[in-house]
């Protein structure tokens, strides 16, 4: 967990990727015992220990790729402006003009709901602004078109060099050799498409994680200090509610103590 959250920079990030692994290796175990029938001994055990470390390999690069890729990347703009493309092209097919996609994003690739556009595509034709689920879907993307290629190729080397493994007459390399296909499998089948689903749904925003964590801090303690915020949304309805309880609390108190010395204090006009 340490290396993860070492090579991602973000807590949240290195515990979707340490879930993830605890995935592979559940499905390591199943294979072992479910499918081949093997008692759980020295070999086992000692697979299940060393291929930790490998199952890891494939989500940590996507999950760093992820990370890295900001809102501004070439390659993410380039990308989304070819599906943008795809979309219009297919809209104009369909005869749907641009009025009723922004009066109903889920005509974006079509005239109906055989041709409906997932919701992360809509703010794009509307706004031309990547926000949210669409900018999270868009960052997986791009990390995916970054490592995909490279990583199904490093997993399609090693599935076919320890497929001679399982013709040796010695159990002890045809379990490693199955051992190793196994957990080649299922990290490349996790890493390119567990972990862009769980980062699309759940994923953390761009930017380093201590400077987000900075930013959210300062927007909570606006909003129970009742101050104003860069955004509404950035305070939810309990903490708006305590802001206000607050402040009201503050403007009781001046007004008691106003009546009590029977001064005028600057800044009542600003407190009411």
């Known amino acids: 967990g340490f290396g993860m959250l070492l090579f991602t920079g973000d807590p949240?990030?290195?515990?979707?990727?340490?879930?993830?692994?605890?995935?592979?290796?559940?499905?390591?175990?199943?294979?072992?015992?479910?499918?081949?029938?093997?008692?759980?001994?020295?070999?086992?055990v000692v697979s299940l220990v060393v291929f930790v470390g490998y199952s890891v390999t494939f989500a940590l690069h996507i999950a760093h790729d992820f990370a890295v890729v900001q809102e501004d990347d070439p390659m993410l703009l380039e990308t989304e402006h070819w599906i943008e493309q795809k979309a219009a092209k297919k809209r104009s097919r369909s005869g749907v003009s641009e009025q009723e996609v922004v009066e109903d994003p889920k005509l974006l690739h079509g005239g109906?709901?055989?041709?409906?556009?997932?919701?992360?595509?809509?703010?794009?034709?509307?706004?031309?602004?990547?926000?949210?689920?669409?900018?999270?879907?868009?960052?997986?993307?791009t990390a995916i078109l970054h490592m995909g290629r490279a990583m199904i190729s490093s997993a399609a080397s090693t599935m076919g060099s320890?497929?001679?493994?399982l013709l040796c007459t010695l159990?002890?390399?045809?379990?490693?050799?199955?051992?190793?296909?196994?957990?080649?499998?299922?990290s490349i089948c996790f890493a390119l498409i567990s972990l862009p689903a769980t980062l699309i749904v759940i994923g953390p925003a761009p930017g380093p994680f201590h400077k987000r964590a900075h930013a959210k801090f300062r927007r909570w303690s606006s909003c129970l200090r009742g101050g104003d915020t860069s955004k509404?949304?950035?305070?939810?309805?309990?903490?708006?509610?305590?802001?206000?309880?607050?402040?009201?609390?503050?403007?009781?108190?001046?007004?008691?103590?106003?009546?009590?010395?029977?001064?005028?204090?600057?800044?009542?006009?600003?407190?009411?």
Request: hydrophobic residues 50%; aromatic residues 8%.
């Open 12 to 44: 949240w990030l290195s515990a979707i990727v340490l879930f993830l692994v605890l995935g592979i290796i559940s499905g390591l175990a199943f294979f072992m015992v479910s499918i081949m029938g093997w008692a759980i001994g020295p070999i086992e």
């Open 112 to 141: 109906g709901p055989k041709y409906a556009a997932p919701p992360s595509l809509a703010p794009l034709a509307v706004s031309g602004k990547l926000v949210g689920r669409q900018l999270r879907e868009a960052r997986a993307r």
């Open 162 to 165: 320890s497929a001679f493994l």
């Open 171 to 186: 159990s002890i390399f045809g379990k490693l050799g199955a051992v190793v296909i196994a957990v080649s499998f299922l």
């Open 232 to 272: 509404p949304e950035d305070c939810d309805g309990e903490q708006q509610a305590e802001g206000r309880a607050r402040l009201q609390g503050l403007v009781a108190g001046f007004k008691r103590a106003q009546r009590r010395d029977g001064t005028t204090h600057e800044g009542q006009d600003l407190l009411e």
